[in-house]
């Protein structure tokens, strides 16, 4: 049985023939076309009737209609004004479950989500969004996947379609050259649980990079020391600290550090604590070297 009927060609080219549209690079529009990659996607997301989705880039509904079945609701939000209309239509099956938020990802918080799901009125169903399962498009992807954890902490688990070179950045390990600040930072938040590959043969049209789905579960980062979860004031800490230390990835963490701000002397008394060399470049960290590091320090005024 299929999962999704507009995945593929024939129903995916019909869909924008009828309402006269055609694809827009500048938006990143690159529609799946396979529906074994969608049966993929749902089996890493697990969606259940309590679920609230949010979908970033519904497109005509590939991956929206395959969702709807499954979850409580799917609160999608799309750029391309045009493409309202159609998704009005080929989501008319389960529409009491599907909400529409015209407009800017980059610009909805988790607020805005629940309250379009509280205007469906489905009785017994928090609001609140718990997963988000998206075909991303690519140029905001890495943001909206970090973005989405630090600030929806309902989320507990993200499944979403990005280029193989982001994916390799999302589950790289310390020591390796993909290993970096964005790496880090995500760590904070949750870790990589599973990963398929998609060529560009599965899209019309095909871009020109490889893809790849990512499964992220949230997990909170905790104190190595005492093996508390951290404060999201403990949380942004670390991030703040982070970022500095990978400011000048070429230089030791002490020299990148102290060129973001922070005193040496300070930096030197707090590596000597947090068992850190200052002569170590950053990728060769651990998260929970830099939650140490962070613990020992105090941000510069103005970070």
Same mark, same amino acid.
């Given at each position: 049985?299929?999962?999704?009927?507009?995945?593929?060609?024939?129903?995916?080219?019909?869909?924008?023939?009828?309402?006269?549209?055609?694809?827009?690079?500048?938006?990143?529009?690159?529609?799946?076309?396979?529906?074994?990659?969608?049966?993929?996607?749902?089996?890493?997301?697990?969606?259940?009737?309590?679920?609230?989705?949010?979908?970033?880039?519904?497109?005509?509904?590939?991956?929206?209609?395959?969702?709807?079945?499954?979850?409580?609701?799917?609160?999608?939000?799309?750029?391309?004004?045009?493409?309202?209309?159609?998704?009005?239509?080929?989501?008319?099956?389960?529409?009491?479950?599907?909400?529409?938020?015209?407009?800017?990802?980059?610009?909805?918080?988790g607020q805005h989500l629940a309250e379009a799901v509280l205007g469906l009125e489905i009785e017994g169903l928090d609001p609140a969004p718990t997963k988000?399962?998206?075909?991303?498009?690519?140029?905001?992807?890495?943001?909206?996947?970090?973005?989405?954890?630090?600030?929806?902490?309902?989320?507990?688990?993200?499944?979403?379609? #990005?280029?193989?070179?982001?994916?390799?950045?999302?589950?790289?390990? @310390?020591?390796?050259?993909?290993?970096?600040?964005?790496?880090?930072?995500?760590?904070?938040?949750?870790?990589?649980?599973?990963?398929?590959?998609?060529?560009?043969?599965?899209?019309?049209?095909?871009?020109?990079?490889?893809?790849?789905?990512?499964?992220?579960?949230?997990?909170?980062?905790?104190? @190595?020391?005492?093996?508390?979860?951290?404060?999201?004031?403990?949380?942004?800490?670390a991030a703040a600290v982070i970022d500095a230390a990978f400011a000048q990835k070429r230089k030791t963490i002490r020299n990148s550090m102290a060129s973001?701000?922070?005193?040496?002397?300070?930096?030197?008394?707090?590596?000597?604590?947090?068992? #850190?060399?200052?002569?170590?470049?950053?990728?060769?960290?651990?998260?929970?070297?830099?939650?140490?590091?962070?613990?020992?320090?105090?941000? @510069?005024?103005?970070?």
């Open positions: 049985m299929a999962h999704s009927w507009l995945a593929n060609v024939r129903e995916t080219k019909a869909v924008l023939e009828d309402f006269g549209l055609y694809t827009k690079h500048r938006l990143g529009q690159n529609f799946l076309v396979n529906d074994d990659v969608i049966g993929k996607i749902l089996d890493l997301a697990q969606l259940g009737e309590k679920d609230v989705v949010f979908e970033v880039g519904p497109g005509v509904g590939t991956l929206t209609v395959a969702m709807l079945p499954l979850a409580g609701a799917v609160c999608s939000v799309e750029a391309d004004r045009t493409l309202e209309p159609v998704l009005a239509e080929t989501c008319a099956k389960d529409s009491e479950r599907f909400a529409l938020i015209m407009g800017d990802a980059l610009k909805v918080d988000l399962v998206s075909n991303l498009p690519y140029q905001v992807a890495a943001t909206i996947i970090l973005r989405s954890l630090q600030t929806i902490p309902s989320l507990s688990r993200e499944v979403v379609m #990005v280029q193989a070179e982001v994916a390799n950045r999302i589950a790289a390990r @310390p020591g390796t050259r993909a290993f970096g600040a964005y790496t880090a930072k995500l760590a904070l938040y949750g870790e990589v649980t599973g990963r398929f590959e998609v060529g560009p043969g599965n899209f019309m049209p095909p871009p020109h990079v490889d893809s790849a789905v990512v499964r992220i579960d949230r997990r909170p980062a905790v104190d @190595p020391q005492t093996g508390e979860v951290l404060s999201p004031e403990r949380l942004a800490h973001s701000g922070f005193d040496k002397a300070a930096l030197d008394a707090a590596f000597e604590r947090a068992g #850190v060399s200052p002569t170590a470049r950053a990728e060769a960290l651990e998260l929970s070297d830099f939650i140490t590091l962070a613990a020992r320090l105090e941000l @510069p005024e103005g970070r």
